[in-house]
C-alpha cells in the first residue's frame, strides 16, 4: 500500500509539471497481453474462444488503477489492443495462439510509434510446436515496435522468464503473494516503473541481472502464507528500495510443461551495476537455501484418508482439496476418479447423510437433460471424462436435480444434482469454484455443508476463510503434486527435487543485454 500510494502522488506531481510546459508531450503507451497456464501433461487443448479477448477500451476494465480520472490515465495517452486471460488448461493450439498474435501485432501496427508497452502475461502457456510462447511473442512484438521502445512486463510468479523473454524486456515484474492478493498491486508497479522510466527521461535500466534458479516446485508447496515461502518474498520488498534499483523479483516457475524454461528465475534491474547483481544473487542464494524447507502449505493424504478425517471431523465446512485436477493450474477439470470415489462410499447413500458438495464436473448431456426435466426431477446422464479419461471414464450421475443457474461467464449452465447425501454441481462448461457466491446463486451454503471437495490445489482466499478445516487430497490428473511421477523429458537437468544431491549449482549473476543492444 505504501508503494502505491507514494507512486500516485509521484504521478500527480509530474502530471503537474508536464501541465506546466509551454508544450506537454505525453509518453504514448500501448497495453497487451495472453495470460493462461497450460499444462503439457494433460490431454486438453485450449482454443482463442478461451481467452476471452478484450479490445480497444474494453481493456481498461481489467486495472482499475487505469480508470479516467486516475493519476496514471492521465499521465499517459493510452492505446490498448488486445488483452486476454484464459482460465488455466492444456496446451494453446498453433491455430489460437497464430490468431491471437497476429491480431495484436495487427492493433499494435496501427498505434506506432509508440514511447512504451505494458505487455500483461502469466508466462506459463504452453504452444503446439512453439518453445517459449511468451518469448516468441515477445520477439514478434519488438520486431514490430523497434528497440527503442520501452517494454514493461508484468507475470505471475508462477510464470517462466526465459533468456529471450528477459533480453526484449526492459522492465520486469511479477506477483510477490501466493495466493495472488496483490494482482492488481503488481500489475500497477510494472505501469508505474513504465511511466517513471519515460517521463523522467531515464529511459531502460542500465542493467538487468538474470538468474535461473535449479529448482521447480509446484505452487502448493511454495504459497507465500506459511515458510519459508513468507519470508523468501519479504525479502524483495527491501531490495527495491536500494538506491541505483528500479524492481526485483522470485518466479517460482511452472511445473506442469515440459519446456527447458520451466525452472526458477531471480531478477533485479537497476542503474547501479554493483547493487542490481549483488542483490540479484543474494534473493538466487536465498531461494536456493531454503530448497529443502518446501513443504505443502496444508496437510496432505490420499483421497480415502482425506475422508476419514472428514468425516470424524465437527468442523464445518472441512475442505478437501481435488489437487490433481485443479482447473486453475492447468488440468482439464473433468477428470471423474474422485467423484466415482464418493459415488460408491456408502455413507452418502442415503439422503440422510453427511451433506457433501462437489465441485465440480463438466457434463452437457445432463446439464441440457436437467434443464428439460426442470428443478425437483430426476435425471440420469454421463458426466466427465470427454477431455481426459486416462484415470476413470466418464461416470453416470442419477439423481434430483435441485438447482438451475444459466449465464456464468465460463460455465454457461450449471446445474446441482443431489444424489444421496451428495450434491453434485454438474457444468456445461469447466468452471472453477473460489468463491462463495459460486455456491450460494445455486442455492448451496458452503459454510454450513458437512464436507466441500473443490478442484483446486492450496484454497483461495475466500474458500481459506470459510474453512472449518482443510486437507489437499493427493489425486491423479494433469497437474499431479507428484512431480516424480510426471514423464519431464525436456526441463533442465539436474533439477532440485527431481535430482535432491546436485552440487556446484552457479547462481551468479548473467547480465542481460538491454533491447536495443541485442
Not at 27 to 43: D, H, R, V, W, Y
Not at 69 to 97: C, F, M, N
Not at 206 to 212: D, G, Q, R, S, T
Request: proline share 6%.
Amino acid at each position: 500500500m505504501r508503494f502505491l500510494i507514494r507512486n500516485s502522488t509521484l504521478f500527480f506531481v509530474l502530471i503537474l509539471i508536464f501541465s506546466c510546459q509551454s508544450t506537454p508531450l505525453k509518453p504514448k503507451i500501448a497495453i497487451a497481453g495472453l495470460a493462461i497456464e497450460s499444462s503439457t501433461f494433460s490431454p486438453a487443448k485450449t482454443e482463442a474462444s478461451a481467452f476471452l479477448a478484450r479490445q480497444g477500451e474494453k481493456v481498461f476494465d481489467y486495472y482499475p488503477f487505469l480508470s479516467e480520472e486516475s493519476p496514471q490515465r492521465k499521465a499517459a495517452d493510452w492505446a490498448p489492443t488486445l488483452r486476454g486471460h484464459a482460465l488455466p488448461g492444456g496446451i494453446v493450439t498453433k491455430k489460437a495462439y497464430d490468431s491471437l498474435v497476429g491480431k495484436t501485432l495487427s492493433l499494435l501496427e496501427k498505434e506506432l510509434p509508440l514511447d512504451g508497452l505494458f505487455f500483461d502475461i502469466h508466462g506459463a502457456m504452453s504452444v503446439e510446436g512453439v518453445d517459449d510462447p511468451e518469448g516468441d511473442f515477445i520477439k514478434k512484438v519488438r520486431d514490430l515496435i523497434g528497440t527503442k521502445t520501452l517494454i514493461s512486463t508484468s507475470m505471475d510468479l508462477h510464470g517462466n522468464v526465459s533468456k529471450r523473454l528477459a533480453e526484449h524486456s526492459d522492465l520486469i515484474t511479477c506477483y510477490r503473494l501466493a495466493p495472488h492478493e496483490d494482482a492488481l498491486e503488481s500489475k500497477q508497479r510494472a505501469v508505474d516503473n513504465l511511466l517513471e522510466r519515460l517521463i523522467s527521461g531515464k529511459g531502460k535500466p542500465k542493467y538487468k541481472a538474470w538468474i535461473p534458479v535449479p529448482i521447480l516446485l509446484p505452487g502448493e508447496k511454495t504459497s507465500t502464507r506459511i515458510e519459508p515461502g513468507k519470508s523468501l518474498y519479504a525479502k524483495v520488498q527491501p531490495v527495491t528500495e536500494k538506491e541505483g534499483i528500479i524492481d526485483a523479483a522470485i518466479w517460482v516457475g511452472y511445473a506442469w510443461a515440459d519446456e527447458p524454461r520451466n525452472h526458477a528465475v531471480v531478477m533485479v534491474t537497476g542503474d547501479n551495476k554493483e547493487a542490481v547483481s549483488s542483490n540479484a544473487e543474494i534473493l538466487a542464494k536465498a531461494f536456493w537455501d531454503v530448497r529443502h524447507e518446501f513443504a505443502f502449505v496444508a496437510p496432505t493424504a490420499d483421497l480415502e484418508t482425506s475422508l476419514s478425517y472428514a468425516l470424524k471431523s465437527d468442523k464445518k465446512p472441512y475442505i478437501i482439496s481435488d489437487m490433481g485436477d485443479n482447473p486453475t493450474a492447468g488440468g482439464a477439470g473433468d477428470v471423474t476418479w474422485t467423484l466415482r470415489e464418493l459415488l460408491k462410499k456408502k455413507v452418502f447413500k442415503k439422503s440422510s447423510g453427511p451433506e457433501l458438495i462437489y465441485a465440480s464436473i463438466p457434463g452437457p448431456d445432463m446439464v441440457k437433460k436437467a434443464v428439460e426435466v426442470g428443478i425437483g426431477k430426476k435425471v440420469s446422464a454421463y458426466v466427465g471424462a470427454e477431455v481426459d479419461d486416462r484415470y476413470s471414464p466418464p461416470v453416470l450421475l442419477e439423481g434430483i436435480v435441485e438447482a438451475i443457474h444459466q449465464g456464468d461467464i465460463h460455465a454457461e449452465t450449471e446445474v446441482v444434482i443431489k444424489t444421496g447425501s451428495l450434491k453434485v454441481i454438474v457444468t456445461k462448461k469447466r468452471k472453477p469454484y473460489h468463491r462463495e457466491k459460486d455456491f450460494t446463486q445455486l442455492g448451496l451454503n458452503p459454510r454450513e455443508t458437512d464436507i466441500l471437495v473443490v478442484k483446486i490445489g492450496y484454497l483461495v482466499p475466500e474458500l481459506y476463510n470459510i474453512r472449518g478445516d482443510w486437507i489437499m487430497a493427493l489425486t491423479p490428473g494433469g497437474v499431479d503434486q507428484d512431480l516424480e511421477r510426471l514423464d519431464y523429458k525436456r526441463i533442465k537437468r539436474p533439477m532440485f527435487p527431481l535430482d535432491k544431491d546436485m552440487e556446484n549449482v552457479d547462481l551468479t549473476t548473467r547480465f542481460i543485454k538491454a533491447s536495443d543492444a541485442l
